[in-house]
Every structure is written in C-alpha cells, then in structure tokens.
C-alpha cells in the first residue's frame, strides 16, 4: 500500500540524520502519492543544503501532476538557476500526466511558455505539446515553427496535435500542415502530414 508505505517513510524521516533524509526522499518520490509529497515539500526548504538539495530533486522526479504546483513556484520564484530549470523541466513532464484533462495540460503548457528562455527547455515543451489534443496547443506549436533551433521539434509537434485534432477543426490543421510541409525535410513528419493533410482537406470539404 503505497499510502501506508509514504506514512511509515515520513515518519523515520522526522528522526534521520542528513544524509538518511536524503535517501528517504529519493524514496518518497518513487512512493509518491497524497501522503509523501507534503513531506517533500516541507523538506525542500530544510535547512540542511543535502536534504533540501535532495527534496528538490525528489519533486522534480514526482511522476504525478499533484506536484504541479510546488514545481511552478520553484520555477518562479528559486533563486537558484538550477533549481529553477530542475523545477520548470520537471514540472512541463508532468503535462503528460494522463489524468489532467485537456484543458488543465494546456494550462500548464501556458504557464510553462511565460517561464521558458533556453531552447532546450523549448524543445521539452513541445514534446509535451504534442501529446495536447488542442487548436490552442497546436497554434503554440507552430509558434516554434521559424526558430531553427526549435523547428524539428515543432514540426513533430504540430503533426502529432494535427492527428487527434483533424476531424474536429480541418481549417486549423490544414493552414498548419501546409507550412509544417515547407519547412521540414525529416521523412516520418511529411508522410504523416501529407495523410493528415489529406483528411482534413476530405473534412474540409475541399
């Protein structure tokens, strides 16, 4: 029981020397869970440089989207660059979480845009976009489209979204794909455009 298990992990760590609270939290972060991740983000602000080290990167692995909202505190407001990348790129793969819905991993692709600077954090957003079945995530991606660094990753983006989204909004993913397809040479991307393309011109009507 995993519940039980967190209960039991954050009790022995009220007691533990530094570096035993830093192996319990690697733990709680795999436990996860309702009751580990209080403990966790009471010890990302410990005193001791180890353990708070060891909590942040504990909540930077959390597999679940309850973390979401510490994560994006740490990402605003750390004043460590470190922890403010940890925090952002953890906090962006928690879009994927399948139990949010549409709307709340695109809300969270939204709050993770306005804190974005490095490319490579760009290029994990889109990867996380991609997996948004959304004419709003879809415009985001093609957003990305004209920086170089971050056109490959776009254009998988923008083909991946135009999929789930074809049948609802045609007009949308043809514009999209349409210039998907002037910009890339990657093999994969333009065969499953060109087979979205033509869905959603039948849907179109054209």
């Known amino acids: 029981n995993p519940q039980s298990q967190a ?8 007691r533990a020397k530094p570096e035993q609270k830093a192996c319990l939290l ?9 009751a580990a991740l209080p403990a966790v983000r009471a010890a990302t602000s410990d005193a001791n ?5 060891a909590a942040i990167r504990a909540l930077c692995s ?40 549409t709307a709340q991993r695109l809300a969270m692709c939204k709050q993770a845009a306005e804190l974005i600077v490095r490319n490579e954090d760009k290029k ?7 997996t948004v079945p959304s004419v709003e995530a879809l415009a985001m991606a093609m957003g990305h489209l ?4 971050t056109r490959a990753e776009a254009g998988f983006a923008a083909v991946a979204i135009s999929e789930k989204i074809v049948d609802q909004n045609p007009k949308q993913v043809t514009e999209a794909l349409q210039k998907v397809l002037q910009t890339t040479d990657n093999k994969n991307v333009i065969r499953t455009a060109k087979q979205t393309l033509q869905k959603a011109r ?5």
Do not use: F, M
């Not at 440089?49 to 080290?53: A, E, R, W």
């Open 62 to 101: 959390w597999k679940t989207a309850d973390a979401a909202p510490d994560l994006l505190a740490l990402a605003k407001t750390s004043s460590e660059p470190s922890r403010k990348t940890a925090a952002l790129q953890g906090y962006i793969n928690l879009v994927r979480d399948d139990s949010l819905s």
């Open 7 to 14: 209960g039991k992990l954050t009790s022995l760590l009220a």
């Open 49 to 53: 440089g180890q353990v708070s080290d």
């Open 26 to 34: 690697r733990v709680l972060s795999i436990v996860g869970g309702q």
């Open 146 to 149: 004209d920086n170089e660094a």
């Open 124 to 130: 994990l957003l889109l990867g996380a976009l991609g």
């Open 202 to 206: 039948k849907g179109a009507g054209r």
